[in-house]
């Protein structure tokens, strides 16, 4: 149970860092972490908590968003994984391959493979959060498998970034 605690500390404080500021809702770990229990969650995010690692906002009950404090954030950094130029470097080579893709879409494994360092489980995040601006679609294929597709609002928010870049 400890090893499995450990890596859903890793998935919960790799989420809490990439959706940033806006914080974390109960819904929101469920999609990005298949299958999880809310009771390993909320014992993982009490003692990141406690540690001061994690600040929590009660919405209702069982309902929160979670926030990874300044503690959390150099913690977070401190395990060695994924480091902010490296988030920027896999948001730029994930929507660059939906760009490629076209209608045709990206698979779970194409991204795994062509993006050296990336991890299902980053994917997923990141996936993730580009799925709640409507900036993309996806489609599970079965095996915790899926495609992606850049949906309308990402091509108009690509072509807005790449407007400000001239």
Do not use: C, H
């Amino acid at each position: 149970m400890m090893e499995e605690n450990v890596d859903l500390e890793d998935i919960v404080l790799q989420t809490l860092y990439t959706w940033g500021a806006k914080g974390v809702t109960r819904e929101t770990f469920y999609n990005v972490i298949k299958g999880l229990n809310y009771d390993d969650l909320n014992l993982v995010l009490q003692m990141l908590e406690g540690l001061n690692y994690v600040e929590m906002e009660w919405t209702g009950p069982a309902r929160f968003f979670a926030y990874l404090t300044p503690d959390g954030v150099a913690y977070f950094k401190s395990r060695g994984t994924i480091e902010p130029d490296e988030v920027e470097d896999f948001e730029e080579a994930i929507l660059q391959m939906l760009v490629e893709a076209g209608d045709e879409g990206v698979t779970s494994e194409q991204f795994v493979e062509g993006i050296d360092g990336l991890t299902v489980d980053d994917l997923v995040t990141f996936i993730l959060a580009y799925e709640t601006e409507y900036y993309v679609k996806r489609e599970w294929t079965g095996d915790g498998k899926f495609t992606t597709y850049l949906t309308n609002s990402g091509r108009e928010y690509l072509e807005s970034l790449d407007e400000v870049d001239e």
